[in-house]
């Protein structure tokens, strides 16, 4: 259990010492050459050195010893316990000349023991501190796992760690997840001929179609055409064959029933139940992330097919309507030049249906209008021309321009005046289109000797009174507003119904909305058109009581003098 | 009396368009794609132009720059007829050279109006 070598040159003592260590579990060896000292000393990597004190050059020797063997325990005996004051900082332990054999016995064991003890705790403490590199690498390596989706990457960042780790000569993965065909990816130590990489690639195909047994593998692999990207660290040298004698390591990398591909590993020195641990962890902890990856990627596909597909769907509408303008232009001219009377009187039953035909090209060209306007404002291409405006106005043209047809029909139009309003920052022909819809609607659906109100108050957000389904929208409203609302005596609209009203193309379910026919894209297009006022819209409603239609803009905190100026 | 040329390939169209100006008192000539559209006009020296956008070969928005960049024929006003309300405000102005613009589906009588507008003033 202990190598022990004495320094002396007395050969009484070399006798003494002899006998008591020349057995086991000792292994002694005595120098009695100053020259031979220091071979000896590396030769028998002492577990304990005894000088003598009489020897020459000690200091020397010690000193010179002491630096090539720090962690072997120096004795010296001495005579009677004296020593030179700088020599002691080397020793630890001392003899001295009549010391019996048992105490000699002792102080030797006693320094074999602390020195055996020192060695294991060292080699403990290299385990712990190789535990923590790995796990230091384990951690870096699962948060780039954590921080990236791409595939490509996340497949560099598992190779890497397990270099980092396990210090691989050679890894072959093969990869179904970061191009469209199968990859070998090949991270070598060393150079490798196109014959070791011919006999690597069926290797691989190998193993991976003996991960599936007897069912059919994911993916099919044509060995001939297998792309191969290699690595090489050093590439001066060469890997032989014998690679396959090195000690390897497989993994499959998949979760659930989603496979990404699998990896093997080659190292030289055989890896411990550890290293395996860690492969094993490393090749795990990536399919997770693969497969958010994949997940990520599909849903990246799918947003870009549906964005492409709104698209299509906004140019169509466009490409549609534009289309359908010139013959309903060519249809009403002609209706037009007919009813002018200009081609011969027509019966008063002729004119009846011409002027249907004639309404319902109107009505045809509104829808048109009304779809080219939402294609527009969802594509962003609706210009806006904002100034200081005041509300009345809008009301004043939207209450002249309809006051006829709700004469028509028998209904009163009336338009309340608010006194001193504050002027908004607005878009007055889209407020004036806001509005027509509103009281159009309301001209629509309410029966003959009824009342239609305009009004127009000042209000603050927090003062906005919307049903349920509607606060969502109001709550997001700050500050100051003008509020303008639509009532009528109508059919009204059932609370489940209020918020569909503003969905395109949503007609609700109702026989008499049907009748009086409509885009259904008049709210959808209000609602839009308020938002890019910062403003909104919305409506309560009492079934067979009435509906009261709201929209709200802001106040323009932009004075009248700064728009000039601008302008 | 006060000639008018019409261009369109639009057939329907420019007939509704004739009838309705001859019956004003114009008299019309018709051309149904721009490259006989710039020939006539050339040829007939009209006092007013009413032109498509939409054409194929040569568009409107070209003839109008021709023709506005010549000296002899700069004077003459031109509609411009569009299926594009949006394109309206960018078709009046320097860069065509258009003096009014009409969007489809339009008045015939406001189209009327105009014209007697710039030939009667």
Redesign the interface.
């Known amino acids: 259990m202990g190598n022990i070598l004495f320094i002396s040159d007395r050969l009484e003592k070399i006798q003494q010492y002899s006998d008591i260590f020349n057995k086991k579990p000792y292994n002694f060896t005595a120098i009695s050459d100053e020259n031979a000292v220091l071979e000896a000393a590396e030769l028998n990597s002492p577990d304990v050195i005894i000088f003598d004190y009489k020897f020459n050059n000690l200091k020397k020797i010690i000193k010179n010893l002491k630096s090539i063997n720090d962690s072997t325990a120096f004795v010296l005996l001495t005579q009677n316990g004296e020593i030179e004051q700088n020599i002691t900082k080397y020793i630890n332990s001392f003899l001295t000349e009549d010391l019996s054999e048992n105490l000699i016995l002792s102080t030797i064991n006693v320094n074999l023991k602390t020195k055996q003890s020192l060695e294991q705790l060292s080699a403990t403490n290299k385990n712990l501190a190789d535990s923590l590199y790995r796990l230091n690498v384990l951690y870096s390596t699962s948060s780039q796992f954590a921080g990236s989706l791409d595939k490509e990457k996340l497949v560099n960042y598992m190779i890497d760690g397990m270099d980092k780790s396990l210090s691989f000569d050679l890894t072959c993965t093969l990869a179904f997840c970061t191009d469209t065909e199968p990859v070998l990816l090949l991270n070598s130590l060393y150079e490798l001929s196109d014959e070791l990489i011919s006999a690597i690639k069926l290797r691989a195909a190998l193993n991976y179609k003996s991960l599936f047994e007897d069912k059919t593998p994911p993916f099919e692999i044509d060995i001939e055409k297998l792309k191969v990207v290699k690595t090489v660290k050093y590439p001066a040298n060469r890997f032989t064959f014998n690679l396959f004698r090195y000690d390897n390591m497989f993994a499959p990398i998949s979760l659930g029933d989603n496979f990404f591909g699998c990896i093997e590993i080659f190292k030289e020195t055989p890896f411990t139940s550890d290293d395996a641990t860690c492969f094993q962890t490393i090749a795990q902890q990536v399919s997770l992330p693969l497969k958010s990856a994949t997940l990520y990627q599909e849903i990246m596909e799918t947003n870009s097919k549906l964005e492409k597909l709104e698209r299509l769907k906004s140019e169509f509408i466009s490409i549609v309507s534009?289309?359908l303008?010139?013959?309903?232009?060519?249809i009403?001219?002609?209706l037009?030049?007919l009813s002018s009377g200009?081609c011969g009187e027509i019966n008063d039953s002729g004119s009846k249906f011409m002027s249907m035909a004639q309404r319902n090209?109107q009505r045809l060209?509104g829808i048109i209008?009304d779809l080219?306007d939402l294609s527009?404002i969802e594509a962003g291409?609706m210009?806006y021309h904002f100034t200081n405006m005041n509300i009345h106005s809008v009301i004043e043209y939207v209450r002249f321009a309809l006051s006829g047809v709700a004469k028509e029909k028998g209904l009163n139009l009336i338009a309340e005046e608010t006194a001193n309003l504050p002027e908004i920052y607005a878009d007055s022909q889209r407020l004036e289109q806001v509005l027509t819809n509103l009281v159009s609607n309301a001209i629509k659906f309410t029966p003959e000797g009824k009342n239609i109100m305009i009004r127009s108050h000042l209000a603050r957000a927090e003062q906005l009174n919307a049903p349920e389904c509607f606060k969502e929208i109001v709550k997001k409203l700050d500050g100051e507003y003008i509020v303008v609302c639509v009532e009528d005596q109508g059919i009204g609209i059932a609370e489940k119904d209020l918020l569909r009203a503003f969905d395109k193309f949503a007609q609700i379910e109702n026989s008499l909305s049907r009748k009086v026919g409509g885009s259904g894209l008049g709210l959808p297009i209000a609602k839009q058109l308020l938002e890019a006022h910062n403003g909104a819209i919305w409506c309560d409603s009492e079934i067979n009581k009435g509906s009261r239609f709201y929209f709200a803009i802001p106040v323009s905190k932009i004075p009248a003098e700064k728009i000039l100026v601008s302008n | 009396m006060k000639k008018i040329l019409i261009v369109d390939d639009e057939q329907d169209i420019v007939e509704s368009l004739k009838f309705v100006l001859e019956s004003a008192d114009y008299i019309c000539y018709c051309a149904y794609n721009g490259e006989d559209g710039l020939k006539l006009a050339k040829e007939i020296m009209p006092d007013l132009i009413i032109l498509d956008v939409m054409m194929p070969k040569i568009n409107g928005y070209k003839i109008s720059r021709l023709l506005k960049y010549d000296n002899k024929y700069k004077n003459i006003p031109i509609f411009m007829i569009t299926a594009r309300s949006q394109e309206g405000d960018k078709l009046i102005g320097e860069e065509t050279g258009a003096n009014e613009y009409i969007t489809k589906p339009f008045d015939l009588s406001e189209v009327v109006e105009k014209v007697k507008q710039y030939l009667e003033a």
């Open positions: 534009h289309e303008r010139t013959p309903l232009t060519a009403k001219n002609s037009d030049i200009k090209v060209s209008n080219l527009k291409k210009d």
